[in-house]
């Protein structure tokens, strides 16, 4: 921080990441971005200690949880009986600039947040940027080295991003089984989804809802012509890592989603939301079981048809820090 309390190019800042999970990399979400264009920070990470940049996520252990619900009850009884005059807090100190930040689909909160960052993807000028959880798994979006393997999303091989937007030759239609799944939780539209798809052949299910634990998924997914990899919620802009797992594995991705930015190619796999009912989408799959040159040319595709980039993220973090306490980039 500057002496005139303004936060600049090549300002040495602390940043303290708050609510992520146990195995989590600071220096895989956004640190990287934080040192590069148009910010130049030096970035600290720092853990107890006092912070010019907090990033929450969503990830409270059920003890904390427990606890803030205790201080809340304490908050209310202290305000309901005592005076403004008690509250010690000092009025003209400066607050850390707050990011929340989430791969989950959570709509951003409405409170203290400079920035938020997650699936909502807001008009221009707004304080939230899209920043879906698919981004997360490309180092080379956040300026880092492409050979990196940053701890953000568990991906069962992680492949560079360049590599979704070539084509390939599809081999989709060469394999014996029919469709896979690895499901941790049991959502209805995946469990309907099987329960219809195995009426036209065998569909093998994996992962913590049948007891059956996957170290890699990969080497699954690359047995079959098709996997189900349908989202938790068809949600705008709501796209994980699941559909870029099935593709990497060479098979054709059965996806359930809303791709609301127009970034994946639907030519490269079978969309449920683009199906007037469940009926119509395992018809279509029954249509293509059998025609090996089609399940090869669709496999062919690409998976992506543009390339992502940061920028509106860096827009909307540069607007909230030239807005928060005198600080300027």
């Keep these: 921080m500057n002496t005139d309390g303004r936060l600049s190019a090549g300002t040495e800042i602390r940043v303290k990441f708050v609510d992520f999970w146990p195995q989590f990399d600071p220096y895989a979400y956004l640190i990287p971005l934080l040192n590069g264009p148009p910010f130049y920070f030096k970035t600290r990470v720092v853990g107890r200690e006092a912070a010019d940049i907090e990033i929450h996520s969503v990830f409270r252990s059920r003890a904390k949880r427990m606890l803030d619900r205790v201080e809340r009850r304490t908050h209310r009884f202290l305000t309901q009986r005592t005076t403004p005059a008690l509250d010690l807090r000092p009025k003209d100190e400066p607050g850390p600039f707050r990011i929340w930040l989430t791969g989950e689909n959570l709509r951003p909160p409405y409170g203290p947040w400079n920035a938020t960052l997650s699936f909502d993807a807001d008009s221009p000028g707004q304080r939230n940027a899209y ?3 698919w981004w997360q798994m490309f180092p080379e979006l956040l300026g880092m080295d492409s050979e990196a393997r940053p701890g953000i999303v568990q991906v069962s091989r992680f492949r560079p991003l360049d590599t979704f937007l070539e084509s390939r030759d599809g081999t989709a239609g060469e394999r014996e089984r029919f469709v896979c799944a690895v499901i941790s939780h049991p959502e209805p539209t995946r469990l309907r989804a099987i329960a219809a798809l195995s009426e036209i052949g065998e569909v093998d299910v994996f992962g913590r809802v049948t007891g059956q ?7 699954i997914f690359r047995q079959y012509k098709f996997v189900l990899c349908f989202e938790s919620d068809a949600y ?14 060479g098979a054709i991705p059965l996806w359930w989603g809303l791709d609301r930015e127009s970034f994946l190619n639907p030519d490269a796999f079978l969309n449920l939301a683009d199906h007037r009912n469940l009926d119509a989408f395992v018809e279509s799959v029954a249509d293509l079981v059998s025609d090996r040159g089609v399940l090869d040319l669709i496999s062919s595709q690409p998976l992506l048809q543009k390339r992502p980039n940061l920028d509106s993220v860096r827009q909307t973090l540069a607007r909230a820090f030239l807005g928060t306490n005198g600080w300027s980039v």
């Design 131 to 133: 920043f879906p959880l």
């Design 213 to 219: 634990a996957v170290t890699d998924k990969d080497d």
């Design 236 to 249: 705008p802009g709501y796209v994980t890592e699941k559909v870029f797992d099935a593709w990497g594995s």
